[in-house]
């Protein structure tokens, strides 16, 4: 198929749409920014709401007159046809979608005979009428009009003629485009092939897929409409959507571009895909999916050692494509299924020499097993697994400290307040430190008083505080007792790492973690600055 993006249509509903997820709530500033972010990546349209329906949609696009400046997309407005019995010039929501002022609007319709029924409560011939009567009106006021047919394949299989019928009557008064909606989200891809190659050769006019993901394959339908002869596609970022969700705009990029070899998009903004992915999930206060095809962090990621030593030779045998080309990169993973290549590579991504250490990664993959076997995980702690690797070379960092002792108490006081105090004892440098600090917690103090400690000999570490914390327990060994994980995210204000500590008492597990959050820190900037 030879296309190119300005004849086939990417087509973005994350502001319609993807804002009917579960917990997603964006405000117009918020829906402004999703905007700018999505013609970013190159999309040809945005679906930005429904003026007249919802008042947040209507400042939205009385906002974005003045504020959005658009350099590859066009502003779509939503909305319904003409209501029953009433004439088109005379429906609200018809002039409040006028009235947003959109090159473009997308009207749905009922093309299911069920819904027209029962739904709509009018005769199948009026709501052919309505179709028409609305699309030649927003095309005589020189309006690009999309007609997004509802419940489009669960209606096909009841009455394939209907459906055909809706479509032809949207091309006939105008329309650009007949979207089939798999509303329920319930087709699988050998069905969407085979009831849009059929509508595909009943009509003449451009159609258009939009997808639920409620069987998992709101991808693998869309695509699977293109390669029936659908030009237009429709999908929100990250998947969002009501229920299971949209398709995924982002991985419908990827594929189309990179697996179909359609260049929907501009060659220059393939490489923001990950980067606007991760920016609208904080917009929409998500956490970004890991494992999102194209832009998930672990897209890329190795665990296996196997894949790790044919990687070695050449990235492209376990990679199906180079990250880089939308914005992601590689990443190996450093497990107790890692071998010398696993580390070799990851030693490379961290910026550690280790031409000529084969004892010294023989001696890592070793410690890794034996580790991870009691608990330990370096998946998501890159930096204590760094401090390890660089631990067993030639010249391996100094400890920071030599150990004496550290306690820690909690009060809990009449009056209701807990007080979390903690005492350290420390050599650096031959000389003998005593702290004591308090702190939100036995950790938030341990971590006061060892960097009071320390910062007249490392005062980089006064810039130094921990961002997260997390705790998870590994078995359950009777009474009490288990193992603790801790994970502690920590920042300096430039980066910010992740270190791990592993122990039956959660306290010394955050220690140790602790311990390598600080040393990092001196790593990464070894003078004050």
């Not at 237009?232 to 982002?250: K, S």
């Not at 705790?471 to 009474?479: A, D, M, T």
Request: hydrophobic share 45%; net charge negative.
């Amino acid at each position: 198929m030879t296309t190119s993006a300005t004849d086939f249509h990417v087509f973005d509903t994350t502001l319609r749409d993807g804002a009917q997820r579960e917990g997603v709530s964006y405000s117009v500033a918020d829906k402004l920014a999703v905007a700018r972010l999505l013609d970013e990546i190159g999309v040809g349209f945005i679906e930005g709401g429904w003026p007249g329906a919802l008042p947040k949609d209507t400042e939205f696009f009385s906002r974005a007159r003045t504020e959005l400046k658009l350099q590859h997309a066009q502003l779509v407005a939503f909305g319904s046809t003409r209501k029953a019995g009433v004439r088109v010039e005379d429906d609200p929501q018809v002039r409040a979608l006028l009235d947003a002022g959109t090159p473009v609007v997308c009207l749905v319709a009922k093309s299911d005979v069920r819904h027209v029924r029962e739904a709509l409560r009018t005769t199948l011939e009026e709501n052919l009428a309505m179709v028409a009567d609305t699309v030649a009106f927003f095309v005589g006021h020189g309006r690009r009009v999309f007609l997004d047919c509802e419940h489009f394949f669960d209606g096909y299989a009841t009455d394939p003629d209907y459906g055909v019928a809706v479509l032809q009557a949207a091309f006939d008064a105008g329309a650009e485009v007949g979207v089939l909606c798999d509303t329920n989200g319930g087709m699988l891809p050998s069905g969407v092939s085979r009831v849009v190659a059929d509508v595909r050769a009943r009509v003449s006019g451009r159609l258009g897929i939009h997808c639920q993901d409620d069987t998992g394959c709101a991808v693998a339908n869309t695509l699977a409409a293109v390669e029936a002869g659908v030009t237009h596609v429709q999908g929100t970022a990250n998947g969002y959507g009501e229920r299971a969700g949209n398709a995924d705009t982002f991985a419908l990029i990827g594929n189309l571009v990179t697996k179909m070899g359609l260049p929907v998009v501009p060659a220059e903004c393939l490489p923001e895909l990950q980067r606007v992915s991760h920016a609208i999930a904080e917009l929409a206060n998500i956490a970004p999916d890991d494992h999102q095809p194209f832009v998930g962090a672990s897209a890329f990621a190795h665990k296996a050692g196997l894949h790790a030593s044919a990687i070695k030779v050449s990235p492209e045998l376990y990679n199906h494509l180079d990250p880089a080309v939308v914005g992601n990169d590689m990443r190996i993973l450093v497990t107790e299924m890692a071998g010398r290549a696993s580390v070799e590579l990851k030693g490379r991504e961290l910026g550690v020499d280790l031409t000529g250490q084969s004892d010294a990664i023989g001696r890592v993959v070793d410690k890794v097993k034996v580790l991870e076997a009691d608990g330990w995980s370096f998946e998501a702690a890159d930096a204590s697994f760094e401090l390890l690797l660089r631990g067993q070379l030639p010249d391996a960092p100094a400890p920071l400290f030599e150990l004496e002792s550290y306690k820690t108490s909690v009060e809990h006081w009449g009056n209701g307040v807990v007080v979390s105090e903690a005492t350290v004892k420390v050599y650096v440098d031959g000389e003998r430190l005593i702290s004591t600090a308090e702190g939100n917690g036995p950790v938030n103090a341990l971590d006061n008083a060892l960097r009071q400690a320390l910062v007249n000999r490392y005062p980089q570490l006064a810039d130094v505080a921990l961002a997260d914390y997390k705790v998870r327990i590994l078995g359950w060994r009777g009474g009490t007792s288990a193992t603790t994980r801790v994970l502690i995210d920590t920042t300096d204000g430039v980066g910010e790492w992740t270190t791990v500590g592993v122990h039956a008492n959660i306290v010394e597990a955050s220690w140790r973690a602790l311990v390598d959050a600080l040393t990092y820190a001196v790593l990464r900037r070894p003078a004050a600055g």
